[in-house]
């Protein structure tokens, strides 16, 4: 079975340090081994696009569920 990853936030929603690749896109973790693409955040201002390939951490590479379950 292939698994679907979910879309990333849009880029309007994330931080700074997650629209900058520097943070998990699902749970704002800094990331510094081991991190993985998680898609392409899409957004734009005006004229101006945003969409941007961004990044997770390894507890969520394959998008915030169940990484999201384990740390409750
Ligand atoms: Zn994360």
């Known amino acids: 079975m292939n ?7 849009p880029a309007r929603d994330l931080s700074y340090e997650q629209y900058s690749g520097r943070a998990c ?5 800094q990331l510094t081994s081991g991190a ?9 201002i ?3 696009v945003l969409d941007i390939g961004v990044y997770a ?16």
């Open 3 to 9: 698994a679907r990853r979910p879309e990333p936030p």
């Open 25 to 29: 896109v699902w749970c704002g973790a």
């Open 36 to 44: 993985v693409a998680a898609g392409i955040s899409r957004g734009k």
């Open 46 to 48: 005006g004229a101006v």
């Open 57 to 72: 951490c390894p507890l969520h590479a394959n998008g915030p569920g169940v990484a999201l379950d384990r740390e409750a």
